[in-house]
């Protein structure tokens, strides 16, 4: 669902996998509400080709980037339909220079469209992984997505609950959005909760200042519960990876 924190973790996971030293890439294209070129400082920046007419990703914080900001004026995607968004995604996939990466995610726009059913045609996507907030209305949109993996035989990596509580002085918890909504969904459906991330100022503030938490203040409390994300995500991934590999 759109402003669950879809952008801002996907921003903070790929930053806190370039911290453990993998190599990676973000591809935004979340043609509703491009954020990425924001969240990573290089909004306006133009993309450049290489001689090859290869399209050179923007680099920052340790991560290649590119995002649908930076290719079109603001609200231009919007407009896109499917052979459109299907020829566009397979030129920012199979025309950048990406270089060996370990991982290349990409947040998606949300819900169940184009985007998605055309990301799965192209490649073989590893897994998705699903942000939610903690109450029905959001995970209702999850349901669906995670419905859509299914059915185009994507395979789920687990569930990330943004926006879990507020973190009150003493350490006690405000459960804003009621407790466990994400959890009690994911055990229904057999998946794992990757992250309960909480909402937090600095969190906010660093999506607007343009650097991943993870990177301006790796301690802060949003920031190392996105931390050990990743790293529970790199785990699924290679597991994933593994398990796709011919017998020897
Ligand atoms: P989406 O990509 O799902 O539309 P964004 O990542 O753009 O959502 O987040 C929407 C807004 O909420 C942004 O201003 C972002 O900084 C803020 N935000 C997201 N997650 C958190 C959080 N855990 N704590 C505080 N602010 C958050």
Redesign the pocket.
Known sequence: ???????????NLVASLALEGAAVGLLDA?I??P?QSK?YGVEGRRLLADDDKNILPLRNHGVKVISIANLVEDGQALTWRGPILHGTLTQLLKQTVWGDLDVLLV?LP?GTGDVQLSLAQLVTVTGMVL?TTPQEVALADVRRAYTMARKTHVPLLGVVE???YYPLPGGERDYLFGEGGADRWAAEVGLGVLAH????????????AGVPLVVSDPGEE?ALELRRAARRLLRRVADEAMSTLPMA
């Not at 669902?1 to 921003?11: L, N, Q, R």
């Open positions: 669902k759109g402003g669950v924190g879809k952008s801002t973790v996907a921003a979340d509703y509400g954020s969240m947040d949300p942000v943004n926006m879990s991330v909480p909402i937090t100022r600095a969190l906010r503030e660093s999506g607007d949003a």
